[in-house]
């Protein structure tokens, strides 16, 4: 059958829904027609993710054929499989990889979108291009396609929808919600197009959020994408998509398409952070980019629970209402949110009956009437608006809003609020009159009547509202006045009036018209009507009008007239006088009287032109004191018209007036300071400036005072702008520095630099590097320069040093050090840390190796464990364990355990902690021959450690002791302690050293019934009972009583041995694990109840039996405390010697007395032999040469020295090497004795006396030790020996030395009994070389395989004692016998340098100037010598002018730039501990300098042109190099010189080729040929032609030319006008266009390039391209207002001659005009509109929308469309 594909329109449908059988389909004819059994179960599904196939079978009933299929299939496990699972395909092609093909394996990748058979399993090789078809089919369940949920079942491809059910069609919408219908997201298409600047890199084009998907973005133009994302999380990212291919960003896929001309970027989402796309400007001309994609609605609104019920009982109802969440947050927010996407519909409240049952005080009967139509939702009601506040200036008014329900009768009852809160509450409170109320606003003064002496002056005083109309409702009591007297300071000429004069017009009408104008208000008032017109046209004559008493009624907003005696105040006048100008030019004569009456008395006429003041300036300040400048004019004093300043005379004129004017203080204003300078120069920047709240009281005083900005009620300016607002030129922006690629040796850091314009918005656009003309920034450079410290290198490991069984494998470890210069170099080993022995050697196990017939087990390793468990009691410095036990130890104690081995090389022993393998550190060493060293036990050292010899492993369990009191040592410190212990009885001492807890540091106590699980801890709880309780036998506990002195009275004998019998306590008991087994085992038999009582009786019994067996030895004198003394033993080390010290004595008392008479001597000591004398039981005497062993009840101390000689010794006293450091207790007796009180632990040691003279020296030792314990003297100093044949050192020392020198390492040892002297080499080889007396060491003739750590043991009963040194064999500086690695290093530093090795001798080089050399010292010695570079004896540290590296180490100067100051001797001084060297090399330069050579050949060889030039060779050392080298120099003056000056032979001479006859198809030319004879005096004659043949042959004088074919440019006839149109009437048409020759033959066009090439289009006319774009009227708009109106209207694409639709692409020369437009943009009012019962849908179905009772309570449905 075929295989089913992607389907299209031409699949036949019904034959593919036959096919894709589902669980989900219906049951069809084929099932119905009872020839088939039932279905079977669904098998196991394919996969176990990813989505898989599952089907079932059944049988066919019928002899005959059933029709149908007997398998059908279901799709499973349609989970997402993690990421680490891999593709499916890809999974199915690697399985192919261990599998030949052609006799080779491949590794195969995954053929996916195969179109002919997308169900086979092809793929490709990695690498090449082979692919093959592995299988004919894949896996049911693998997908067909990547991009869809098709799948393959049976090998072929079956449709699956995205509910995952096969045969299914249902698809993802836009949004990806699967079967959706698209409105959970938005579809967002976009243009924006670049704007080309110079000083902007880069800008934004779109940000998409998270979760979009199907986003496209073309980009056309020169410019570049590129991308910065942001998760949810905040993290940021940035992809600068720099070449085409598939990138995941952000999680996200994106497909990045990059082309010449523009960029396709492609995601296919959802997106899983949000994306912003940038754009970066690199080219030239400005680029737009298209976008599209669909963006999820991420606030959407979401039902809540039903609110709780109206009633508890008897039926009530409950609502839900809606709240708008944010899905990106997962929590609710502001509902604006939700509104501001369209699409989203905030749902309808929804209700339901609750609380059904009978209220318990009812009848138990209620009826639940149902909800109908006339049962509307509860709603809010509020009360009207109170009257406002305020009339003016801005008050409030206030209602009630409250929620109410209206029940099936129509009662309106209030209910709570939370019932309407599926609707906004409306507001209770609303601001009202907020305009300004009326003010007074008084006009400028007018001009004072008077030119000299008091006159009067007017105003006009307005009431004005805040639209700025002249109306009443100011209060008359803050109406300013109207009129003031004024003075003219100048002196009036000829005074006629004693009082002010009135005003003149027209200030006074002015005044007197508006001052008049009245409101009328609601107090009574007079209110006069307009003046009538003067009832004369020249001349004085008078005006009238009426003027009545008026009120305001304020009910009916009405005027209404009243007596004038109800108006208080005068009567404004109701006539007045006018005057109309001079008639005919006269002035009228009047009397004064009526002067005075009528024009407020004029002047005289007899100067008709005169100077006045009018009025003041408008004043300079508002407030805070300012100054106004009278204003002088020339007027006609009868018109008082403004005339020519030069009709006035000017000596008359008045002078400047002043006057101060708005004195009342400002009010708080803000004082606003200067912009300061830009902060950018470009792109856009920002000024500041101070601004502050100021109130100014005087201007004149300066007074000003600074307030709180609260204070100022204006808007505070803006402090902050932008500025220079304009693009900045292109420049380099460099990132931050990276981190140093290497942390040190010399790495690099980098940085980008990109070319960026900052634009005018602040943003930046990306441009091309040829768009900035300043150098680019440094985006590399150095870093870390400094060396690195020295660390191994090591190789890889050798193979199994045996064919079976176990063997080794080593591998070799150089020391490196990385230069600063990142150059490794090979350096000394010691400067590298210590190199654990398992790093380079490790055991290797392999096949156990077989004898003839039978395994051999003879030689199998066997480790010889102890099995024995071991509990400290007394801290210790140090035990020795044997693996196979238990330790339960006192921290701080340092253990080594031993690994015993036989059959089995002990450098192969491996250890393990805990399963984990040990390596050598500070605190735990692994010693190479089978030991374990733990410095001072810690907690963390409790485990099991585990030792390995191949297959075999033991193991011992170490455990720490813990508690709140721990165990101290015996040894008293001080005598303070000595007494205390004294006065403790037995018991009490033993009770203060013993633990109380039993607890283990490392572990929870053990339980104490039966055992524990874990092996390492099973003998827990024993030990704990045994520390608890202590376990003491009474016998020995009384045996150990020590009396107190003052109760018991006994003698100090006695308690001298009961203090050595506390000494005599066990430091730590040992035990058999057996024992412990067997009390264990005895344990587990006993009933639970008696488990208690019995595991304190054996613990008890084993603590006897532990302390007996560890005090049988001493078990006479702990038991007959009275028959033996126990002190302090003093044993001479000389036990074969006798007699000496009293023979010495005598001859000493001798010399005393003849110490005058007898000669010089050099000091000598008197060593006594003799036991130490006991003074007391607590003081000890003794003389040099002995051993003190200090016990408990030692008090003290004395220390003899005798020393003879002449002249008499200084004696002086050294203890460990140092000076004893005299004080109280520590005393120097009068006899040079040395007497120590009170003795401790601290005064352990070598106590050294010396005895001093002119004539030498002498010294003894004498050693004091702590109960016996073993003492070395040792030494701390360093010697350092490069000429002595010999040295002695004692133990502890340093020792540096050349070879071939003889050391012995003293160990002076001391301990009671006599310590036992071993010596190891390397802490673990025990060292062969002789051993002299005293248990020193010789070590003959030493090399550098001598080398290495000297240990010293000194062990008796009581503990033992290891000290150091160490022995370093020193190689003075010399100069190595290879020198290939310092060679290879200098090539390395500079392959292209010359470079010199310096020798002690000297050595040269020669070099040229500006270049750089290589000078290097090779050196070896031990250790590495420290080099240092001198230059003509000075340090090269101190040379000026010389340009220097010091490179490995100072093995390597680099000299660059080479001059003659440069050259000279160069030294490197190499020193160490074994001594110095000195090499040298000398550096030469040679300068380049002009030499004039011979000369060269001549340039002729006959004839009188012939001359040679001197030759100029530019030379360094003789070699001649290249001119330029010379360039500076000056030259040699050459002249040239006459040569070959001689008559030519015969020769042939010929002209030019004349022009071809043809320019193509074959042509001739010509040329003239003569035989001549140049002479030497230059002439040249002709000969004949037989004088040139003797010496050439004739030349051509013909020749064809322009071989080549004659072509030209042919073409065909113009085709028809048919091409795209391109404008109007105007098409295309086109013609061929060919190369052919001028016969006819056609060529190929390249034959013919070089002619121009006639065009192959034109633009033609044409009647299809008479078309434009016609366009209907707009339709109406689908709202009225609010921010979503729109509009569309027809637009096509027609014929002009026509009128009919022709194909739009006709039209496409021109912009398509837009299709629709949004409209009514405006705010909508609020007016509210909405449903008040739930039924309203009902009502709409069942068309009573005209009934006006259902219209008002469904206005929101009703008025839907």
Known sequence: ?????????????????????????????????????????????????????????????????????????????????????????????????????????????????????????????????????????????????????????????????????????????????????????????????????????????????????????????????????????????????????????????????????????????????????????????????????????IHRWRETDFFPCSATCGGGYQLTSAECYDLRSNRVVADQYCHYYPENVKPKPKLQECNLDPCPASDGYKQIMPYDLYHPLPRWEATPWTACSSSCGGGVQSRAVSCVEEDIQGHVTSVEEWKCMYTPKMPIVQPCNIFDCPKWLAQEWSPCTVTCGQGLRYRVVLCIDHRGVHTGGCSSKTKPHIKEECIIPTPCYKPKEKLPVEAKLPWYKQAQELEEGAVVSEEPSFIPEAWSACTVTCGMGTQVRIVRCQVLLSFSQSVADLPVDECEGPKPASQRACYAGPCNGEIPELNPEEADGLLGGLQDFDELYDWEYEGFTKCSESCGGGVQEAVVSCLNKQTREPADESLCVTSRRPPQLLK?????????RWEIGKWSACSATCGVGLQSRDIFCSHLLSREMNETVILADELCHQPKPST???????????????????????????????????????????????????????????????????????????????????????????????????????????????????????????????????????????????????????????????????????????????VLLRCPTRR?????????????????????????????????????????????????????????????????????????????????????????????????????????????????????????????????????????????????????????????????????????????????????????????????????????????????????????????????????????????????????????????????????????????????ASEVVTHLGQTVALASGTLSVLLHCEAVGNPRPTISWVRNGEEVQFNDRILLQPDDSLQILA?????????????????????????????????????????????????????????????????????????????????????????????????????????????????????????????????????????????????????????????????????????????????????????APNITWFHDGQPIATATGLTHRILAAGQILQVANLSGGSQGEFSCLAQNEAGMLVQKASLVIQDYWWSVDTLVTCSASCGHRGVQQPRLRCLLNNTEVSPTHCAGKARPAVQPVACNRRDCPSRWMVTSWSACTRSCGGGVQTRRVTCQKLKASGVSTPVSNDMCTLFAKRPVDTQACNQQLCVEWAFSSWGQCNGPCIGPHLAVQHRQVFCQTRDGITLPLEQCSTLPRPVSTQNCWSEVCSVHWRVSLWTLCTATCGN???????VECVHARTSKAVPEHLCSWGPRPANWQRCNITPCENMECRDTTRYCEKVKQLKLCQLSQFKSRCCGTCGKV
């Open 660 to 668: 101060s004017c708005s004195l009342d203080p400002c009010p708080a």
């Open 1684 to 1690: 979503y109106g729109f509009q569309s209207r027809r």
């Open 1 to 297: 059958m075929e295989c089913c594909r992607r389907a299209t329109p031409g699949t036949p449908f019904l034959f593919l829904a036959f096919l894709l059988l589902s669980s989900r389909t219906a049951r069809s004819e084929e099932d119905r027609d009872g020839l088939w059994d039932a279905w079977g179960p669904w098998s196991e599904c394919s996969r176990t993710c990813g989505g898989g196939a599952s089907y079932s079978l059944r049988r066919c009933l019928s002899s005959k054929s059933c029709e149908g299929r007997n398998i059908r299939y279901r799709t499973c496990s349609n989970v997402d499989c993690p990421p680490e699972a891999g593709d499916f395909r890809a999974q199915q092609c690697s399985a192919h990889n261990d599998v030949k093909h052609h006799g080779q394996f491949y590794e195969w990748l995954p053929v996916s979108n195969d179109p002919d058979n997308p169900c086979s399993l092809k793929c490709q090789a990695k690498g090449i291009a082979l692919v093959v078809e592995l299988a004919p089919k894949v896996l049911d369940g693998t997908r067909c396609y990547t991009e869809s949920l098709d799948m393959c079942i049976s090998g072929l491809c079956q449709i699956v929808g995205c509910d995952h059910q096969l045969g299914s069609t249902v698809k993802e919408d836009n949004c990806g919600v699967c079967n959706g219908d698209g409105s959970t997201c938005r579809l967002v298409r976009g243009q924006y197009k670049s704007q080309l600047s110079a000083t902007k890199l880069d800008d934004n084009v779109v940000a998409i959020p998270y979760g979009s998907r199907h986003v496209r973005l073309v980009l056309k133009g020169p410019d570049h994408l590129y991308l910065e994302t942001k998760t949810l999380q905040g993290a940021k990212g940035e992809n600068s998509l720099s070449s085409t291919g598939t990138f995941l960003v952000g999680n996200s896929s994106v497909d990045f398409q990059k082309f010449p001309d523009k960029e396709v970027l492609r995601m296919a989402g959802p997106l899983t952070a949000d994306f912003i796309v940038k754009i970066r400007n690199v080219g030239p001309t400005d680029s737009t980019v298209q976008f599209i994609f669909y963006q999820p609605i």
């Open 720 to 894: 902050v702008q932008a500025c220079n607002r304009f693009n900045c030129p292109p420049a380099w922006y460099p990132a931050q520095w990276q981190p140093c690629s290497r942390t040190c040796g010399g790495g690099i850091q980098k940085r980008e630099v990109l070319c960026k314009q900052r634009m005018a918005d602040g943003s930046f656009l990306e441009l091309l590097e040829t768009f900035c003309s300043a150098p680019k920034l440094v985006s590399q450079q150095a870093c870390k320069k400094d060396d690195c410290p020295s660390e191994w290198l090591l190789s890889g490991w050798t193979e199994c040093s045996t064919s079976c069984g176990e063997g080794t494998q080593t591998r070799s470890a150089i020391c490196r050090k990385v230069l600063k210069t990142g150059l490794s170099t090979i350096v000394n080993s010691t400067l590298c840390p210590p190199l654990p022995f398992s790093s380079s050697i490790r055991p290797c196990m392999l096949a156990s190796c077989a004898g003839p017939g039978r395994l051999s087990t003879k030689h199998n390793p066997h480790i010889a464990a102890i099995r024995k468990i071991y509990i400290q009691t007394r801290p210790q410095r140090k035990l020795h364990f044997v693996v196979g036990g238990f330790a339960y130890l006192l921290p701080k104690t340092s």
């Open 1239 to 1423: 003795p401790v632990e601290a005064d352990v040691g070598f106590y050294t006396c010396n005895a001093t003279n002119a004539l030498g020296h002498d010294s003894v030792s004498i050693a004091v030790t702590l109960a016996g314990k073993p003492l070395v003297k040792t030494s701390r100093s360093t010697v350092i020996n490069t000429e002595e044949p010999a040295i002695t050192v004692d133990i502890g020392s340093t020792i540096k030395t050349v070879r071939g020198v003889n050391v012995t390492i003293n160990c002076q040892v001391a301990g009671v009994p006599e310590a036992e002297v071993t010596w190891f080499r390397n802490k673990s080889n025990p060292a062969s070389p002789h051993h002299l007396h005293e248990g020193s060491l010789l070590l003959t003739n030493v090399s550098s395989s001598d080398q290495g750590l000297y240990s010293c043991r000194a062990a008796n009963l009581h503990g033992e004692l290891t000290e150091n040194s160490q022995l370093l064999i020193l190689d003075p500086p010399q100069v190595p016998t290879q020198l290939e690695d310092i060679r290879a290093l200098l090539s390395a530093t500079g392959p292209n340098l010359p470079s010199v090795l310096t020798s002690p001798l000297g050595t040269q080089l020669v070099l040229d100037p500006g270049n750089s050399a290589l000078l290097s010292c090779p050196i070896k010695g031990h250790p």
């Open 904 to 1176: 089995f090389r002990k450098p192969l022993i491996t250890w393990e902690k805990d399963g984990q393998h040990l390596i050598s550190s500070a605190h735990v060493t692994v010693a190479p021959f089978g030991y374990l060293k733990i410095h001072r036990l810690k907690p963390s050292d409790a485990g099991i450690y585990s030792c390995s010899a191949g297959p075999i492993r033991e193991q011992f369990v170490i455990k720490l002791i813990g508690g709140n009191q721990k165990l101290r040592p015996l040894s008293l410190r001080s005598e303070e302690e000595a007494v205390t212990v004294r006065k403790l009885s037995s018991n009490e001492a033993l009770q203060a050293h013993k633990h109380q807890n039993g607890i283990f540091s490392n572990g929870s106590k053990a339980e104490k019934r039966g055992l524990t699980l874990d092996p390492g801890s099973r003998y827990d709880d024993i030990v704990s009972r045994l520390l608890e309780q202590g376990g003491w036998p009474g016998e020995l506990i009384a045996s150990w009583e020590v009396q107190d002195s003052t109760e018991r009275n006994t003698s100090s004998e006695e308690d001298q041995n009961a203090e050595q019998a506390l000494l005599h306590l066990p430091f730590t008991m040992v035990t058999e694990q057996k024992r412990l087994d067997d009390i264990l085992r005895n344990l587990s038999q006993q009933p639970e109840e008696l488990r208690d009582i019995y595991s304190k009786h054996l613990v008890a019994q084993l603590a006897q039996e532990i302390f007996r067996s560890h005090l049988e030895p001493q078990e006479d004198e702990l038991l007959k405390p009275s028959e033996r003394r126990i002190s302090p033993v003093a044993i001479s080390p000389h036990k074969h010697v006798s007699g000496f010290s009293s023979s010495l004595r005598t001859t000493s008392s001798g010399e005393a007395r003849g110490s005058s008479h007898r000669p010089h001597r050099k000091p000598a000591i008197l060593r006594k032999i003799s036991a130490a004398q006991q003074l007391s």
